[in-house]
């Protein structure tokens, strides 16, 4: 059920319909397929972020990390990028703005999107974030599973 879901899904948000949602792929650290997930893309003082709602353990986290980064972004359009890792210390606004932006990453947040700095800050450390940035050349192979 999770699989036929995230397919539905990661087809409206790889369309560009909707700014903030786009389909993540990257290649597998396991199988070496690329594979797709769908993300809310956070906008914050004019840079792009992906952040994680399950936190450290989600699959596409442990993706991005064995793959150096390296990443497409689809939204209308395939976007080659580099998604660097944001330090805990900067991640508070960030993770503010995405649960503005995310309402169905809130029950995965344990702070209220109206809540202090301090809240999001005691946080931060457990909530990856993932600045995207361009990047000049493709780095993924062609076949794409989605939903692990």
């Known amino acids: 059920m999770a699989r036929a879901m995230n397919r539905a899904w990661r087809v409206l948000h790889s369309s560009g319909l909707v700014k903030r949602l786009a389909t993540l792929e990257v290649v597998g650290r396991r199988s070496g397929r690329v594979i797709s997930f769908p993300l809310v893309v956070a906008d914050y003082q004019r840079e792009r972020y992906l ?3 399950l936190g450290e353990n989600a699959n596409w986290v442990r993706n991005v990390r064995a793959a150096k980064g390296r990443a497409v ?29 995310a ?16 809240d999001f800050e005691r946080i931060a450390a457990r909530v990856p974030v993932f600045r995207v940035t361009a990047s000049p050349s493709s780095p993924l192979a062609t076949t794409t599973v989605s939903g692990q």
């Open 103 to 118: 309402p169905g990453a809130r029950p995965h947040i344990p702070v209220d999107r109206h809540a202090p700095s301090q």
């Open 73 to 101: 972004l689809r939204h209308g359009r395939r976007e080659t990028v580099r998604l660097e890792e944001v330090e805990p210390a900067v991640r508070a606004p960030i993770l503010r703005r995405y649960l503005a932006m």
């Open 51 to 53: 952040v994680a709602m």
